[in-house]
């Protein structure tokens, strides 16, 4: 079974920090994604990695996929409130299905 | 537009009463569709997906059942709802390339008392 843990759980800062979100699997992904969800809501897709050791940007956000393509994190740089939110990962081993992590709670204070 | 529609926004439900939630899309024919269940603040556990009309894997055995009746139409349903049914359920669709993302509708929160 495949599984993406994600750290922290939860994470509370002051505007302007920074901070980074970690996605772990033992198994081999294809492609992994990073969604953001506000309350009552559906995720949003923010970005997708699919080569090993790839980095993206995203304004404030980076994202990068491990060299094995079995993690990846997502670093925020100088943290606004508006990046308050519920940030999952997902991966595909190259089928229909994405497996969701476990999600990271982040709340940044003004 | 890949637009999805989902509905109702909120639901409470008795124990033993049955459950129809309908997702329908927009935009391009025959994409994947699939139903999650997100438990409170947490990730997202996929119950079903379809590749196409009458076509549904199930992914976890459960209490419930999907259907796929028209190209961008799909139901989640129960004969009889159990307390642990509760949890916030999302439609998402996919336009077939595996590295492609989901769009999400903007969910059902089933409350079973």
């Known amino acids: 079974t495949q599984l993406l843990e994600q750290s922290p759980q939860f994470l509370s800062i002051q505007e302007g920090e920074n901070l980074t979100v970690y996605c772990n699997s033992s198994s081999v992904f294809s492609s992994l994604q990073w969604y953001r969800q506000e309350p009552g809501e559906g995720p949003v897709l923010l970005v997708t990695v699919v080569t090993g050791g790839e980095v993206k940007k995203l304004k404030r956000l980076t994202f990068q996929f491990g060299d094995a393509r079995k993690d990846s994190s997502l670093h925020i740089t100088a943290a606004q409130p508006g990046d308050t939110g519920l940030y999952l990962c997902?991966?595909?081993?190259?089928?229909?299905?994405?497996?969701f992590g476990t999600g990271t709670r982040l709340k940044v204070l003004a | 537009s890949q637009t999805i529609h989902q509905w109702p926004a909120t639901l409470v439900q008795p124990v033993g009463s049955p459950l129809s939630l309908e997702c329908t899309v927009e935009g391009t024919s025959n994409p994947n569709l699939y139903w999650y269940r997100q438990a409170a603040g947490r990730g997202l556990q996929l119950l079903f997906y379809?590749?196409?009309?009458?076509?549904i894997s199930s992914e976890v055995p459960q209490n419930l059942s999907a259907s796929r009746p028209q190209d961008r139409q799909f139901i989640l349903s129960s004969k009889k709802l159990l307390l642990s049914d509760s949890g916030f359920y999302l439609c998402?669709?996919?336009?077939?390339?595996?590295?492609?993302?989901?769009?999400f509708g903007s969910g059902t929160r089933l409350t079973v008392v």
């Open positions: 998402a669709r996919s336009e077939g390339g595996w590295q492609d993302g989901y769009t």
């Open positions: 997902a991966g595909s081993s190259g089928t229909y299905k994405y497996i």
């Open positions: 379809s590749v196409g009309i009458g076509q």
